[in-house]
């Protein structure tokens, strides 16, 4: 449940650097092991223009994941705003090529 003590971030400055990149690194993982390299980086690379307009939509789908997958809402609340910068969505399909080669 909802914890007032933790602080969730509510602008992207408030999630230092490296643990934007850790992040990244963890869902490129995910993506890799699961086989969905290619689909993954066809949606990122389609996305991109939208990359502001669908870290919002996560963010107000926020309420739904966090019933479903509890414990995981800060990171979820993380990866949405981590998603609005141009340069994370590019960095995110990076990571995933590179890790897809590395297999």
């Known amino acids: 449940m909802f914890n007032p003590n933790h602080e969730i971030p509510r602008v992207l400055e408030d ?4 643990e934007q990149r850790a992040l990244l690194e963890k869902v490129a993982t995910w993506v890799v092991r699961r086989g969905l ?3 993954a980086i066809v949606f990122l690379e389609t996305g991109k223009p939208l990359n502001f ?12 994941i966090q ?6 809402g800060d990171e979820y609340q ?13 960095l995110l399909i990076e990571f995933i090529e590179r890790n897809s080669c590395q297999r």
Do not use: Y
């Open 67 to 72: 019933a479903m997958f509890k414990g995981k």
């Open 15 to 18: 999630i230092p650097e490296s």
């Open 37 to 39: 390299t290619a689909p």
């Open 78 to 90: 993380k990866f949405a705003l981590i998603l609005e910068k141009d340069a994370n969505v590019e």
């Open 53 to 64: 307009l669908g870290s919002q939509l996560l963010i107000a789908f926020s309420p739904f």
